[in-house]
């Protein structure tokens, strides 16, 4: 099959795009694959991981404010139309709209909105703006792909539709229980054996609520050590809270990390804390689970669905329980051998592998093979 690919963005390798790569990853080798992006939306290094797959590319300019994607989107249309695919499957929003307007079967896969109450009041207009244009592409697509159970529900309850859930996948040979990168990792950072490493991956932004490990951080033994990889608007205001209080042998702040290094990472802690707000899946915690790692994260939108409570980790209700689960965690060893063993056999079941083969199944079932 000739398969399209559209993405609005091509400048990080989290969320969509980590999606978007996998599924190319696993199909490129019997598919012709098209990525369908903005130029001016693209980072080169991305860029390059994408090239080395052998798929091609198809540019577009971005328009810019929502008129000027409104404007656009009869031209979109009819270029995507022109590529002669098979079949797109729609990421993210604008050109999403395009591809499921055009006349080539389009499969939108849903990600979610997870915004906070205060990012909705801060300026009502452009999630209401955000809502109803993405409408375009989940009416007008042939099939929808929900991410998680979440997503389905939410997705059903916002616009009526209907989808089937495919969760994102891990890749199980990347992310496993390595020794020799625990060792590498720990040495580099020159922890000792007895120093107990907590992890978390996120943007810094209000979502993800580093706060809460921030705070917790001061109550913690002075043999804990926590670990934020990411970047983002808020980084620097808590590099700076770190700071002032006195934290900074405590608290190590990495950026964005390749695959390879953030296996090493997740191999080199020893607890895995997740205490973002919301979540349409939550890829950090399956991947650390992968690596075999304990973890935890509040009993909420899809995180739910990527933990196993009391057997690979722990869901929470609240923040005095994140704190108590959390110390529970660190003063259990025993406990995290266990989960984490559990937590590397539940993963398989996300397998990329295995979720490439079902995006695949839908795409015949929509072109009408097999």
């Known amino acids: 099959m000739k398969i399209g690919f559209t993405l609005d963005a091509l400048k990080s390798m989290t969320g969509k795009e980590r999606v978007v790569y996998e599924l190319v990853k696993f199909l490129s080798s019997g ?18 991981e994408f090239e080395k797959l052998g798929v091609r590319f198809f540019f577009l300019i971005y328009p810019g404010a929502i008129k000027g ?12 139309s022109n590529l002669k695919l098979d079949v797109i499957n729609a990421h993210g929003l604008i050109l999403s709209n395009a591809a499921s307007l055009s006349s080539i079967p389009t499969v939108k896969t849903y990600h979610a909105h997870v915004i906070s109450k205060e990012e909705f009041f801060s300026n009502p207009l452009r999630w209401f703006d955000y809502y109803l244009e993405e409408s375009f592409s989940i009416y007008f697509s042939k099939m929808v792909i929900s991410i998680s159970n979440y997503a389905k529900n939410q997705l059903k309850t916002m ?29 580099k950072f020159r922890f000792s054996e007895d120093e107990i490493v907590i992890g978390y991956v996120a943007r810094f932004v209000p979502q993800k609520n580093h706060l809460l490990l921030l705070k917790i951080a001061r109550r913690l033994p002075r043999n804990v ?93 609240n923040d005095k329980e994140f704190e108590e689960y959390l110390s529970f965690l660190i003063n259990n060893e025993k406990i995290r051998r266990i989960f984490g063993r559990n937590a590397s056999e539940f993963s398989k079941n996300f397998d990329w592998n ?17």
């Open 31 to 48: 598919h012709e694959i098209t990525i369908i992006t903005f130029k001016n939306k693209v980072n080169d290094d991305i860029l390059k």
């Open 159 to 187: 616009y009526g539709r209907d989808s089937i859930v495919i969760p994102n996948g891990v890749d199980i040979k990347l992310f496993k229980p390595n020794k020799i990168l625990r060792e590498e990792f720990r040495n």
């Open 225 to 317: 050590r926590i670990i934020f990889v990411g970047e983002g608007k808020l980084e620097e205001k808590y590099r700076y809270l770190v700071y002032k209080l006195g934290m900074k042998r405590k608290i190590i702040f990495l950026k964005k990390l390749t695959n390879k290094d953030l296996a090493a990472f997740y191999n080199g802690i020893d607890i895995y804390a997740h205490p973002s707000f919301w979540e349409s899946f939550g890829l950090p915690l399956l991947e650390a689970q992968s690596s075999g790692k304990p973890t935890i994260a509040f009993d909420k939108t899809a995180m739910r669905e990527v933990i196993l409570n009391n057997k690979t980790g722990f869901l929470v209700k």
């Open 354 to 370: 295995k979720i490439c083969k079902k995006y695949e199944k839908v795409f015949k079932r929509v072109v009408g093979i097999g």
């Open 69 to 80: 994607r409104l404007m656009y989107l009869t031209s979109y249309k009819e270029k995507i």
